[in-house]
C-alpha cells in the first residue's frame, strides 16, 4: 500500500471530482414542466408528443401522501411497491392507503426564442384519464403522434382549469419542418415517472430524517399542475445525489434559493405578472 501526506491526498480528490464533473458534463439536460408554460388562464405551446401508438403510454400506481415531505402543502405522490409489504398500502391513515394512477407525460415544447425555437425537454404530471381519454382520442385521428404538432391552451384558474389539445395546420410556414422539427434527442434518459414522484424509501426518510439515510438505485435524471407544484428547492434537493446526472453545482443562490430564470410564453399574452420560470439542473 503506498503511503502518501496529506496534500497529496488533496490532490487525488481535486483530480476524482474533475474527472466525475467531465464524466457527467454531456449527461446533465434540463428539464422542464408544464407549469413553466402553461401558468396562467391564457398561455398557450406548441408540442410534439413521443408517443407514435397506444403501448407508449405508461401508468405509475402509488398514494399521495400529505404533510409529511419538508415544504409540502399539496401532496407527493409516492410510488407504490406494488406487494403486500408496501407501507402505505398497510397505512392506518385510509387517505394514503388508497392507490391513485397517474401519467407522467413526456414531451418536446417548442419554445420561442430569438434565433427561433428552442426545443424543451418537458414533464407533465396528469391525471390516468389524460391518457386514456385525451390522448386515445388523439390517435384516433393521427395514429402517430410523433409526426403532428398539437398546441395546448389552457383556459381558468384554479379547479377551474381547463387545457384544451388541438392540432397545429402544419401546411402553415409558420411551422416548418426546419424549425418546428421532429427531434426527440432531448427526451433521451429522461424518466418522467422518477422525476415527478417519490420512492418508499424517500417518504420513510421523510418520516425519519435523523435516521441514517437509505440507499437507493440512482435516478435516471422535475413540477406539475400548479395546483401541486413542488418547489425547486424540493427538487434540485432529490436528484443533487452523487450519482445523479443532475446537480446544482455551478447555480447560483440567491436568498438562500436557487436563481430561475424567465422564458418567453409560446404565444405572448398581455399580462402583468412577468414571464414564466425555467430551472436547469
Known sequence: MATFNFDEYQKQQAARKAASQNANQGERKPVHFMSEFLSKDGDQVVVRFPYSTLSDLSFETGHKVVGVFPGDKFGKFVRCTGDDKCPLCNSQNADQKKKITRFFAKMVVYNPVASGVELCATVWDRPAMFADSDLKSLMTEYPDLTKYLFKITRTGNGKDTKYAILPVNMQSPVYSNDVYKKDFSCLEGIDATR???????????????????????????????????????????????????????????????????????????????????????
Open 195 to 281: 422525476i415527478l414522484s417519490k420512492t418508499v424509501e424517500q417518504y420513510q426518510q421523510a418520516l425519519n430524517p435523523t435516521a441514517e439515510k437509505v440507499e437507493t438505485a440512482p435516478v435516471q435524471e422535475a413540477e406539475s399542475t400548479p395546483a401541486k407544484t413542488e418547489s425547486v428547492a424540493d427538487v434540485m434537493a432529490q436528484y443533487n445525489t452523487p450519482n445523479s446526472p443532475f446537480t446544482t453545482e455551478g447555480v447560483e443562490m440567491v436568498n438562500g434559493e436557487p436563481e430561475v430564470k424567465v422564458v418567453p410564453q409560446v404565444q405572448p399574452v398581455e399580462t402583468t405578472s412577468g414571464g414564466t420560470k425555467r430551472y436547469k439542473f
